[in-house]
């Protein structure tokens, strides 16, 4: 097994939306809010036209890319017996994924995910966890994670006190740790965690240039930089308009963004990328021809609906 993602398991439902929609239900644009109260995600999603409905979480996302290169994959990730649950698994095996959770009838329904789409191709999420926030240790097999080149964490697990029990099991295996930042208030709920993940335990962090910035509570790009000499870990980071780079000690390579796209849907641009950047790194790529393979994939991402090429 080359790579096993763990991540909350949610069935992505993806709508179209004006700014209006965004301002009137208090959504900041861009960021991921967790909604608790289950009824009030229904309230939500009664007064939402469904665009398309696939199976979707960050991590996941990545190890479905990684799949379309032919690598063997698996993903972890907690679901409930229910008709959500059924799409789930079906879509990671239509995606050639082995899924290493034996599905039940849980106290909680499986995740999910709105993603509001705006006229400007930014994603704003709603997120209702159900039972993939609850994720703990027992569901982690480590003879699965030990088979495996690199393991791949999304810092959403860390939302809930369980799932960050399952985080730490699988970071004691023997694998190489990668790990997805997720998104700018998941860093800011857990900084002091994150950070000394970042600098001892995670040896490849994918982020975007708002989540390292807070992290390391940053003032411009330069810190960033001084950050990622200091720590030797392997950083790899997009920044919008400006592209990405990838830091590992004194070697820093920069690549700019792809031009005369047609954007459609901004969701999955960081998932597919880190995919792209993954599968070079497994082949043992330099870092700028994995830079030139995670742009590419996010390039093509974001020219559909969705975050399943």
């Keep these: 097994m080359k790579v096993v993602g763990i991540g909350n398991a949610i069935i992505d439902v993806i709508c179209k939306v004006d700014e209006n929609f965004i301002t009137k239900n208090n959504l900041i644009k861009g960021t991921m809010k967790l909604v608790f109260d289950e009824n009030e995600f229904k309230k939500l999603l009664s007064n939402l036209k469904i665009e398309k409905t696939i199976s979707g979480g960050s991590v996941a996302n990545s190890i479905a890319g990684l799949s379309k290169f032919d ?40 995740g999910t995910c709105l993603i509001l789409i705006t006229p400007d191709s930014e994603r704003t999420m709603c997120t209702f966890l159900g039972t993939s926030g609850k994720i703990n240790e027992n569901d982690i097999d480590l003879k699965v994670i030990n088979k495996s080149k690199i393991i791949f964490l999304e810092g959403y697990l860390w939302d809930e006190g369980d799932p960050q029990k399952a985080f730490e099991k699988a970071i004691g295996g023997t694998s190489k740790v990668a790990m997805s930042l997720s998104d700018k208030f998941c860093v800011d709920r857990h900084k002091t965690h994150f950070l000394e993940l970042v600098k001892n335990k995670i040896d490849i962090t994918f982020a975007n240039e708002a989540e390292i910035m807070s992290l390391i509570n940053a003032k411009n790009f330069d810190d960033v930089i001084r950050f990622g000499k200091e720590t030797k870990k392997l950083l790899v980071i997009t920044r919008g308009a400006n592209g990405a780079v990838s830091i590992k000690g004194d070697n820093i390579e920069e690549i700019g963004i792809k031009k005369n796209l047609k954007i459609v849907d901004l969701t999955g641009a960081g998932d597919l990328f880190a995919s792209g950047y993954l599968h070079s790194y497994l082949n043992n790529l330099p870092q700028k021809d994995c830079l030139e393979k995670a742009t590419e994939m996010a390039s093509k991402i974001i020219q559909q609906i969705g975050a399943r090429l």
């Design 71 to 110: 690598n063997e994959v698996g993903f972890i990730g907690k679901i409930s017996d229910d008709d959500f649950g059924k799409k789930y698994e079906d879509g990671l095996i239509k995606e050639k994924v082995n899924f290493f959770y034996k599905k039940k009838k849980e106290k909680l329904p499986t």
